[in-house]
């Protein structure tokens, strides 16, 4: 296998991960963390792969911090972050793209819950860009035995899978914490999928990537697991504990929190509807229970399935 050098930049869950995935495949991997004693210069340094892994409220800065050190024009830039920049409502791609306009620009995303990768449980992940050499780099440096790499042209959509599906696991762990059944569960994720296809539409996000890996398939794995950070908010604000305790306990970042207050803003202004969203906000605000906000969505006014 080509031997490529890969800088990882965070050392959080998923960054530790992907480092793993990456040095088992042969790769020189070198990981960023602000923690560590190592500069940031001298982590990029000969880099061909520049991965983020830093949650959606580190990436503005770093990526700032990385402008000034003019890395070399070949470098691919990786992002697996799932979240949105409340004040711009760029994704992360839009962040990495807008500092490094003549880079090319990677989004990975799939249905990826770190625990089971760091099981060597088998799992498949999606690398996206408009570029597709550079995407078939980060899939060869990625692919394994246990982690099938598949390309895709749709950046946004691949991105925008992971990223809108955190909310929709909020709403999963309320519903599993309220033990409302499978034929709820279902409906939930059916009429979530809608609402992420209807957002990802607005940022021109193609409606067949939703229906893919990082889209159903990230939806599902979230929706169904304990292990998600987003699903483990909803279930236990369902028991009765305030976000502030939640948080205050949680191993690492539930990026659906932020990620829904950005939507809940973009929906208002440009009037898209999406319901299951606007309910989670409520919860999440303290303005409704979780019953009240089921009661919400089961007595919305009565509708075809589409329109
Ligand atoms: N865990 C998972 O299963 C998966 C996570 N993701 C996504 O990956 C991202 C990271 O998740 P995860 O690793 O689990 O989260 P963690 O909370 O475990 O790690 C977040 C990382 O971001 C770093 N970070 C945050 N802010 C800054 C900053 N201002 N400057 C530098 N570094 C910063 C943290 O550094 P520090 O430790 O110093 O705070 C840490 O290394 C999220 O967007 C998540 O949605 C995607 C797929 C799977
Ligand atoms: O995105 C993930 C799995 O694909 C991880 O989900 P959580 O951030 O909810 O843990």
Known sequence: MQETTISILGAGAWGASLANLAIANGNRVRVWSRRGSETLSAVLQGADIVLSAISMKGVREVASQIQSLTPSPETIFVTATKGLEPETIYTPSQIWQSCFPHHPVVVLSGPNLSKEIDQSLPAATVVASRVATAAATVQLAFSSSRFRVYTNPDPVGVELGGTLKNVIAIASGVCD???????????????????????????GAKTETFYG??????????????????????????????????????????????????????????????????????????E?????????????????EYN
Not at 183 to 203: D, F, H, Q, S, Y
Not at 288 to 304: H, N, S, W
């Open 213 to 286: 890996l990082s889209g159903l398939g990230d939806l599902l794995a979230t929706c169904n697991s304990p292990l998600s950070r987003n699903y483990q908010v909803g279930y236990q604000l369902a028991g009765g504990e305030t976000l502030a305790q939640i948080l205050a306990k949680l191993p690492g970042t539930a990026e659906g929190v932020n990620t829904c207050q950005v939507l809940v803003q973009l929906a208002r202004q440009q009037n898209i509807v999406i319901p299951i969203t606007e309910q989670v906000y409520r919860l999440l605000q303290g």
């Open 177 to 203: 914490g309220l033990h409302l059944g499978t034929n709820a569960k279902a409906a939930l994720v059916t009429r979530g999928l809608t609402e992420m296809v209807r957002i990802g539409n607005c940022w």
């Open 288 to 304: 409704v229970t979780p019953q009240q906000a089921l009661d919400e969505l089961m007595l919305r006014d009565i509708k075809p």
